[in-house]
């Protein structure tokens, strides 16, 4: 078990990842996103060709915490060098918020 807060995370409960959907026409998002897995998360999202209609479905989107912002930024910008505008859509409330703290909400493209 790894220790979060005091509290005890299952590890399981902690992976999160990319996933192309619909031949690789839109990305979801499973799982948590938290410093604990950022660095894995995208390094695994480098495997994958940026999302070929630019959507990044957030719905599956667990635990999150500022870490979650950056991999995001990171993964929106590489789209970007590769020809893609990426958005953000059913970002779950703590994301959202987020977001908004860093004031990035709008460049992330959240709907």
């Known amino acids: 078990m ?17 996933v192309a959907t619909g031949d690789g026409a839109r990305w979801t ?3 948590a996103l938290t410093f604990a897995n ?3 998360v995208l390094q695994d999202a480098t495997a994958l ?3 070929a209609s630019g959507v990044v479905d957030c719905t599956g989107v667990g635990h999150v915490d ?9 993964v ?3 789209a970007a060098e590769a ?3 990426l958005s953000f859509v ?14 990035v909400d709008v460049l992330l493209g959240m709907r």
């Open 83 to 85: 020809g893609v505008e």
């Open 66 to 74: 500022s870490a979650a912002v950056t991999v995001l930024l990171a």
């Open 2 to 18: 790894i220790a979060s807060c005091g509290r005890q995370a299952d590890p399981a409960a902690l992976a999160g990842r990319f």
């Open 29 to 31: 998002f499973e799982g």
């Open 49 to 51: 060709a940026p999302p």
């Open 38 to 40: 950022a660095a894995a």
């Open 90 to 103: 059913n970002a779950p409330p703590a994301l959202r918020s987020l977001a908004d703290v860093y004031d």
């Open 76 to 78: 929106k910008r590489r």
